[in-house]
């Protein structure tokens, strides 16, 4: 059977030196492969490709039949790696803590530790009749964030 260790070794070899990093990769039964590929800058359809014709040439369908998928993570997906995180500062993100309601503002720093997000919301300000408003910066440790997804905008 094709592990994902194996798979993973493979990827990351023909990945070395280069700005594409793997976030994910699954080996279900019957040697079906998943791979979630990401780029600092952008991920393309040819990137996907290379990497699925190095992993075919590495792979011997004689010994072991497999099914290959190799793709980007969808904009539905939620960030699942630091690398993920800085890729997008400077987009509008939606934060799910662990406890309490979701956030959504501007991703605007990442460090080891968590992620400050830039939160812009109207709020009752005292001795105004008016909400006005108001922009905060919130700091979140990556272990009170249950998940963290880009938001999509069509401006």
């Keep these: 059977m094709i592990t994902a260790d194996t798979i993973r070794q493979l990827a990351e070899a023909h990945l070395e030196g280069t700005p594409g990093f793997l976030v994910d990769v699954r080996v279900a039964e019957g040697n079906q492969i998943r791979i979630l590929l990401d780029h600092d800058a952008s991920t393309s359809i040819e990137d996907c490709m290379a990497l699925h014709r190095h992993l075919e040439s590495e792979l011997d369908r004689n010994v ?9 993570p969808g904009l539905d997906q939620p960030l ?8 997008n500062i400077g987009r509008t ?3 799910k803590p ?17 992620i400050t997000v830039k939160i812009r ?15 905060e910066e919130q700091v979140w440790p990556f272990e009170q ?11």
């Design 64 to 72: 072991e039949d497999f099914s290959l998928d190799v793709s980007s």
């Design 80 to 87: 699942k790696l630091h690398r993920q995180y800085v890729k």
């Design 93 to 95: 993100v939606q934060v």
């Design 98 to 114: 662990v406890e309490g309601a979701k956030v959504e503002g501007e991703l605007v720093a990442v460090d080891e530790a968590g």
């Design 121 to 135: 919301e109207k709020r009752r300000i005292e001795g105004r009749k008016a909400k006005e408003w108001v922009e």
């Design 145 to 155: 964030i249950q998940s963290t997804k880009v938001v999509i905008s069509f401006k």
